[in-house]
């Protein structure tokens, strides 16, 4: 069972560039609790081979795993976190990074109990906020909370510093429905279920908006009327707000 932040003001094409010695980082969203499954497939987008340091990171910020993969022009490995993670705690999930000096493609597959529910594909470095000069980085997605489906939120914190931002939610009719703060210690990860804080109804769906000072991750997990998880979407782009 996946260990769960509270909410109470708390606490892919998504890039970093990263520190010069290091090279390129590419970053993705994993989740290795038990009875979940990720496997990350690496792919030399180049025909010089490269190394690639890839680091899984639990939801606390705490390094689980890690591993170097060599790559050949144009090669790819898979890699199955779970073979790597000691120990599945509640904690096992959020952050997985995969850096490098050469050019490389990084597919996501989380999957429960052996069945595969989302394949994420990204192949753009992370960007560092102050790439753009603007007032803030936005994510959107697209939620239900009806009887039959339900949403839940995941945020993921990439960088080395703290980021803060703003959770909006609206219905179908473009009415505000919460506004939920949020902080994230450096490369930490949050969780918020839409049923805990609002009220479900048929109409009950719409837009999740996300306002950041930093452009971090957005996973929507998406589950079914009895709770069981059906699909994932990691959110791989922003959208910016010019000062």
Same mark, same amino acid.
């Given at each position: 069972?996946? &260990? ?32 979940? *499954?990720? /496997?990350?497939?690496?792919? *030399?987008? %180049? *025909? ?16 689980? %795993? ?8 144009? /090669? ?80 993921? *914190? ?43 109804? &048929? ?10 000072? /930093? ?29």
């Amino acid at each position: 069972m996946r &260990s769960r932040s509270v909410w109470s003001v708390l606490i892919l094409a998504l890039c970093v560039v990263a520190p010069p010695a290091l090279g390129r980082t590419y970053v993705a969203y994993h989740d290795s609790t038990e009875g979940h *499954n990720t /496997a990350l497939v690496l792919t *030399n987008v %180049a *025909n010089e081979s490269v190394s690639v340091e890839v680091i899984a990171y639990d939801s606390a910020g705490t390094p689980i %795993a890690s591993t170097e993969v060599n790559l050949s022009g144009f /090669a790819s490995e898979a890699i199955f976190l779970e073979e790597l993670v000691e120990e599945a705690s509640g904690l096992a999930w959020g952050l997985v990074s995969a850096e490098t000096e050469g050019r490389i493609a990084l597919a996501s597959w989380v999957g429960v109990d052996g069945a595969w529910l989302s394949i994420e594909n990204t192949s753009v470095p992370l960007t560092l906020p102050e790439t753009y000069d603007v007032s803030g980085y936005w994510i959107t997605t697209n939620y239900a909370n009806t009887a039959s489906r339900s949403t839940a939120l995941s945020l993921v *914190n990439p960088f080395d510093a703290q980021a803060a931002g703003k959770i909006y939610v609206y219905n179908a009719e473009g009415e505000a429905q919460a506004a939920l703060p949020f902080e994230l210690e450096p490369r930490t990860s949050a969780f918020v279920l839409l049923s805990e804080e609002l009220d479900m109804g &048929s109409t009950m769906w719409g837009m999740v908006d996300v306002s950041c000072d /930093a452009p971090i991750l957005l996973v929507a997990e998406y589950l079914d009327a009895a709770g069981n998880l059906i699909d994932i979407d990691v959110v791989t782009s922003f959208y910016l707000v010019v000062p």
